[in-house]
């Protein structure tokens, strides 16, 4: 919709050229323009363009007409008589269409002990920019004082008129999720991969066929805003590493250009799309990982394109009377004022944006415990952001998943604001890491951990959907080295392995990293089919990592994230070598979708089905007998009673090393059959739905040592 031309009034472009130029300079006719929407907005006869500075006294937008161009093909001043409305400087710009290219330069006080960093020598991007060009950026130009115009980032003008057809985000009811983590460009980027555009969203479009035999229904994705995955951090012998997990944005309403097939065309935008538009189809929902937490201009020392040159001080946590630094609530050199009115604006524009244009249907917010600081970085009870986002109408119905810590100290597993607000349960994964590992006395957190953290979340009248259980992310440990790995061996890091936790409540099965020995390599399987179990049997929502399934390795590295190599990428030849673990994930997932009652949106209430089987008993080798208090406790069973002729399930787990007798209850009508035995091999490992097998003792079952069997009455 063309912006009203009342309130357009003509300014004077300049434009100049230095001499490595290509483009011949032009003089689009530029008006006044509106001062909403915030960032870039196309109409049929050109684009408005908005930017926030409460601190600046001079603003130029630059156009490009190419990507890679080192200059501008013209320059606008802007004229705070006409171009600007209270804090909003804001222009539009007749005959421009996507295609071209556009940055800003900022001027104003140059104070950095009061917190401003104006440089009008640096070019800045749009924190609203729906594109970005990384074809001439050079990092280092964007520190210190010289100009980087020729070396600077470029915001695309793209158009967001894509053809959805009838897509719409699924909103899938929470408690039926089953969430994979996934690297975008680690999913596909190995020439094992198979793709025909490795290590980008079309790749992952490559690879639906593969996540629906998994089972799957939601995507968690590492970080695909923009970052900066150029910069070198340091090289290791000979091999440069790179920011390869993406946690350092740099333009928050841009998808990440080197997961494009063609980002030099401006289809970043088409391209991320087109990905989420065909797992929708598939019944795939899409949560994006985001970090607004911090940016990647980093500290005092860090670089100038965004922010920093717009409104420093408005946007940043500064050290009280030494406003020159910036407060580190993220442990990444700087932290966002997220509950500042213009920086919560900003996060829940761009929510808004991503759910609205882009289809996707949720989040998880890394160190979202940030988000709820409010000035000097004190923590709120009732931080404005987090319940804007709450009872924001346009994202009633988005998966809402905190990380709900900050690396300076703030933890809040269990209590972390607002209500529908879902967290990653670190409890769970510590309790069953440990319980899994052998550690006596662990039945009580274990049986909470089962039955959906109600010890965490009951209490605030939340129910296990708030709770999203994981053993294992993209920080850490894969699951495969979970079992293999005392340690960490993180040397290829070049940290001289200093990175990464320490304490990692592995166990290696008895051999230090990869074995040819049998009975070591049965055990780990064993190990990881148990993780596998446990995960799918408990309340909540069970997220997992892409290549957990057929056991792939970091080789003991438990932080990778500068190693954009085959280290982190998924290697699909080993999906040929691990059948029967994958087997095993894909029937252990369709096992937990065919009963209700490991997925429960509600906690257990005590009720009783036809048979006289609770919903839920707990035991241990005794019915009845779970021993709770017995510090020596390795063994625990629970009974779920079956509703609307649903099965009853019993799961029996023994980590102990020696087999143990478990009492079966009694189920009237009814007979025990074995669905899952982690103890065997494969295939009689787990069973395919209604063929599971009759056991001959309708009394007892033996479980082996360091395994979990299910039974389900029929």
């Known amino acids: ?24 300079p032009v003089a689009f006719k530029v008006e006044a323009g509106s001062p909403h929407p915030l960032g870039p907005t196309i109409d049929d006869l050109g684009v408005n363009f908005s930017i926030y500075s409460e601190h600046a006294t001079s603003v130029e937008l630059l156009l490009f007409r190419n990507h890679d161009d080192r200059q501008p093909c013209q320059i606008i001043q802007l004229d705070p008589a006409v171009n600007k409305s209270f804090h909003l400087w804001h222009a539009y710009v007749c005959g421009l269409k996507p295609g071209f290219f556009y940055a800003y330069r900022v001027d104003g006080p140059q104070e950095v002990h009061n917190g401003h960093r104006f440089q009008p020598s640096k070019v800045l991007i749009d924190p609203y920019a729906r594109g970005i060009s990384k074809a001439v950026w050079n990092r280092g130009d964007a520190c210190g004082d010289k100009d980087n115009l020729e070396t600077s980032l470029r915001c695309a003008i793209v158009h967001d008129n894509y053809d959805w057809e009838d897509d719409k985000p699924l909103n899938q009811p929470t408690e039926e999720l089953v969430i994979y983590e996934m690297h975008v460009g680690g999913f596909t980027k190995s020439d094992s991969s198979g793709v025909a555009y490795p290590g980008t969203f079309r790749g992952v479009i490559e690879k639906i066929p593969y996540l629906q035999e998994l089972g799957i229904n939601a ?44 980002p030099s065309t401006g289809q970043h935008v088409h391209e991320f799309c087109d990905m989420v538009k065909a797992l929708h189809k598939a019944g795939i929902s899409v949560i994006l990982d985001v970090v607004f937490n911090h940016t990647d201009e980093g500290n005092h020392m860090g670089p100038t394109y965004s922010f920093k040159g717009i409104d420093n001080s408005t946007y940043y946590h500064l050290v009280p009377g030494q406003e020159q630094y910036y407060n580190d609530f993220s442990g990444c050199g700087n932290t ?51 319940w804007n986002v709450e009872l924001s109408d346009k994202l009633s119905q988005t998966k809402m998943i905190a990380e709900a810590w900050d690396a300076a100290g703030l933890y809040q597993v269990g209590y972390f604001p607002g209500e529908r607000w879902a967290e990653w349960n670190g409890k769970f994964r510590d309790d069953v890491r440990d319980f899994v590992k052998g550690e006596p006395g662990q039945l009580g957190s274990i049986a909470k951990r089962l039955a959906g953290s109600a010890d965490l979340y009951q209490s605030r009248s939340h129910e296990p959907v708030n709770s999203v259980n994981f053993i294992n992310c993209h920080d850490g440990f894969t699951m495969n080295d979970l079992v293999s790995y005392n340690g960490k061996h993180n040397g290829a890091n070049g940290e001289g392995n200093r990175d990464g936790v320490n304490d990692n409540a592995s166990w290696n099965c008895g051999w230090e990293g990869a074995t040819t020995d049998a009975a070591v390599e049965q055990l780990r399987e064993r190990q990881i089919k148990n993780f596998a179990t446990i995960l799918m049997v408990s309340q909540g929502v069970p997220m997992f990592v892409a290549g957990d399934e057929h056991r792939r390795t970091q080789k003991g590295n438990n932080n990778a994230y500068c190693q954009d190599n085959e280290l982190n990428w998924v290697d699909w030849n080993l999906l040929d070598q691990e059948q029967s673990m994958f087997r095993f994930w894909k029937r252990v997932i369709a096992f937990r979708k065919q009963h209700q009652s490991l997925h429960r949106a509600r906690y257990f ?110």
Request: one cysteine or more; hydrophobic letters at 35%.
């Open 605 to 714: 209430t005590g009720d009783v089905n036809q048979r006289g089987i609770a919903d839920i008993a707990w035991h241990g080798p005794e019915i009845n007998q779970p021993g709770w208090h017995d510090p020596c406790g390795r063994a625990l069973a629970l009974t779920l009673g079956g509703f609307d002729a649903e099965d009853d399930l019993h799961i029996m787990l023994n980590m102990h090393w020696e087999e143990l007798a478990f009492e079966l209850p009694c189920v009237a009508g009814r007979t025990w059959r074995q669905a899952i035995n982690t103890a065997l091999p494969s295939p009689e490992d787990i069973c395919e739905y209604g063929k599971e097998v009759s056991i001959a003792n309708e009394k007892t079952f033996h479980v082996s040592g360091r395994s979990i069997a299910v039974l389900v009455s029929k």
């Open 336 to 386: 966002l004022r997220c509950n500042h009115p213009v920086g919560e604006k900003f996060i829940v524009d761009c929510l808004e944006y991503w759910v609205e244009t882009m289809h996707v249907d949720g989040f998880r917010f890394d160190e979202a415990s940030v988000l709820t600081r409010g000035e000097g970085g004190v923590p709120l009870e009732k931080p404005p952001l987090i």
């Open 219 to 262: 995507v968690e994705l590492l970080p695909v805003f923009e970052y900066d995955d150029v910069e070198v951090l340091r090289t290791v012998d000979g091999s440069p590493k790179t920011n390869y997990w993406g946690y350092s944005t740099m333009a928050f309403f841009a998808p990440h250009s080197s997961y494009c097939e063609s």
């Open 1 to 24: 919709m063309q912006l009203p031309s009342t309130t357009h009034s003509a300014v004077t472009p300049a434009f100049a050229l230095g001499p490595s130029s290509t483009p011949d």
